[in-house]
């Protein structure tokens, strides 16, 4: 029992957030601009962004940054898609026309090991970067050239702050590529990277403001089988990474949608009163989430809905709302709108008296463990 993992491990994680913002993201951010020359950036067509879990999610949240910002085709990719698929369709007519980044907050996920090894495969003139949150790691060894966002180590837990390192690292790149393509002046560049900085209050105060409805919102679906996590463009990212969390820790189902998606597919699902957890920060896709939280509460879902704290549409018709603090961009959005399902996961996982990663389960473990004996065996046969 001594090796079950606990959620109190989340709460850990939860307290130190804004100081991740005060701290560590100009470290972040003068890693990106050491990674690469002006010259390679100001010749990118196109970033490929891969990775597994988290990473992904991070890829995912950062998407209308690189839009934005950069102004540069970017493709958010799994790690094994990309191996498997993709990795043979690169184009690279130019040399440093396209940019591979592995991203792995251990810097050892195999298969974005084995990612960056064969981006380095296909041509020199591809670059190649690992984004990490280990610097001594096979990821970061294998690209030969590294962006760190490596934090002081907190102990096991599920990924949170390595989980904003990424999405602050890929933001990073965003804004220095637009930098150096001239899209804005280096004055621009350095009022982003402010406004990221500048968030810190507004991400520990945007954590206090989740505690209730957390503890509210567990208490009344710990019951529930599944839970819906929805959202669009970076709230995609968001509510990706958010039901991750509920799963890791608590071990129940996500079931992860667009907004528009959803309305063409999950809203014809049973049973009919699954929670729907819905991010909605104020930007593109707002009035679609309105749209589809009308829809979701005609249904008889219980709505969870993570707004701003000035919403007055969506958060009328939730069950409970989960007020996010401050005003930010919405390219930023992804540094704020996830604290609300870390916090309902750590209550709901409680509620539901189970440790995280299913370590209370001596059964699941111990098909773990045989699992893993019988890939090390393929690997030696």
Same mark, same amino acid.
Not at 19 to 37: G, L, M, P, T
């Given at each position: 029992?001594?090796?079950?993992?606990?959620?109190?491990?989340?709460?850990?994680?939860?307290?130190?957030?804004?100081?991740?913002?005060?701290?560590?993201?100009?470290?972040?951010?003068?890693?990106?601009?050491?990674?690469?020359?002006?010259?390679?950036?100001?010749?990118?067509?196109?970033?490929?962004?891969?990775?597994?879990?988290?990473?992904?999610?991070?890829?995912?949240?950062?998407?209308?940054?690189?839009?934005?910002?950069?102004?540069?085709?970017?493709?958010?990719?799994?790690?094994?898609?990309?191996?498997?698929?993709?990795?043979?369709?690169?184009?690279?007519?130019?040399?440093?026309?396209?940019?591979?980044?592995?991203? +792995? #907050?251990?810097?050892?996920?195999? !298969? =974005? *090991? @084995? $990612?960056?090894?064969?981006?380095?495969? %296909?041509?020199?003139?591809?670059?190649?970067?690992?984004?990490?949150?280990?610097?001594?790691?096979?990821?970061?060894?294998?690209?030969?050239?590294?962006?760190?966002?490596?934090?002081?180590?907190?102990?096991?837990?599920?990924?949170?702050?390595?989980?904003?390192?990424?999405?602050?690292?890929?933001?990073?790149?965003?804004?220095?590529?637009?930098?150096?393509?001239?899209?804005?002046?280096?004055?621009?560049?350095?009022?982003?990277?402010?406004?990221?900085?500048?968030?810190?209050?507004?991400?520990?105060?945007?954590?206090?403001?989740?505690?209730?409805?957390?503890?509210?919102?567990?208490?009344?679906?710990?019951?529930?089988?599944?839970?819906?996590?929805?959202?669009?463009?970076?709230?995609?990212? +968001? #509510?990706?990474?958010?039901?991750? !969390? =509920? *799963? @890791? $820790?608590?071990?129940?189902?996500?079931? %992860?949608?667009?907004?528009?998606?959803?309305?063409?597919?999950?809203?014809?699902?049973?049973?009919?009163?699954?929670?729907?957890?819905?991010?909605?920060?104020?930007?593109?896709?707002?009035?679609?989430?309105?749209?589809?939280?009308?829809?979701?509460?005609?249904?008889?879902?219980?709505?969870?809905?993570?707004?701003?704290?000035?919403?007055?549409?969506?958060?009328?018709?939730?069950?409970?709302?989960?007020?996010?603090?401050?005003?930010?961009?919405?390219?930023?959005?992804?540094?704020?709108?996830?604290?609300?399902?870390?916090?309902?996961?750590?209550?709901?996982?409680?509620?539901?008296?189970?440790?995280?990663?299913?370590?209370?389960?001596?059964?699941?473990?111990?098909?773990?463990?045989?699992?893993?004996?019988?890939?090390?065996?393929? !690997?030696?046969?």
């Amino acid at each position: 029992m001594k090796n079950n993992m606990q959620p109190e491990l989340i709460l850990d994680q939860m307290a130190t957030l804004g100081d991740i913002h005060r701290e560590n993201f100009n470290q972040i951010d003068s890693s990106v601009r050491k990674a690469f020359s002006a010259l390679e950036l100001e010749s990118l067509h196109r970033v490929f962004a891969l990775g597994d879990g988290d990473s992904y999610h991070a890829a995912l949240a950062t998407e209308m940054a690189f839009g934005e910002f950069a102004k540069t085709a970017y493709y958010p990719t799994p790690a094994f898609q990309f191996l498997a698929y993709d990795s043979d369709f690169v184009p690279y007519n130019f040399p440093r026309d396209t940019l591979v980044v592995g991203i +792995s #907050a251990s810097g050892g996920s195999s !298969k =974005v *090991v @084995e $990612s960056v090894r064969k981006a380095r495969e %296909i041509s020199e003139k591809v670059l190649v970067a690992g984004l990490v949150g280990n610097e001594d790691s096979r990821v970061a060894d294998v690209a030969g050239r590294m962006i760190s966002a490596q934090l002081p180590e907190l102990g096991r837990s599920p990924g949170i702050r390595t989980y904003t390192a990424s999405v602050m690292g890929l933001l990073s790149l965003a804004i220095r590529i637009g930098e150096i393509k001239r899209h804005y002046h280096m004055e621009d560049a350095n009022q982003l990277r402010n406004e990221i900085i500048d968030l810190a209050d507004t991400v520990d105060q945007t954590y206090q403001a989740a505690i209730n409805p957390a503890m509210a919102a567990a208490k009344a679906v710990k019951g529930a089988d599944l839970i819906s996590f929805v959202g669009s463009g970076p709230s995609f990212g +968001s #509510a990706y990474f958010s039901g991750a !969390k =509920v *799963v @890791e $820790s608590a071990g129940v189902f996500p079931g %992860i949608q667009d907004l528009e998606e959803w309305a063409h597919v999950e809203r014809f699902s049973y049973p009919l009163d699954f929670p729907v957890f819905l991010v909605a920060p104020p930007g593109r896709s707002y009035w679609r989430a309105l749209e589809l939280a009308k829809g979701v509460k005609l249904i008889g879902h219980p709505l969870l809905a993570v707004v701003s704290s000035q919403d007055t549409e969506i958060a009328e018709l939730a069950d409970f709302v989960f007020p996010v603090q401050g005003e930010t961009r919405e390219a930023f959005s992804p540094l704020l709108y996830y604290i609300a399902g870390t916090t309902f996961a750590y209550y709901l996982t409680k509620e539901l008296g189970r440790c995280m990663f299913m370590t209370d389960n001596e059964d699941v473990m111990a098909a773990r463990q045989e699992m893993m004996r019988q890939i090390q065996g393929a !690997k030696h046969d």
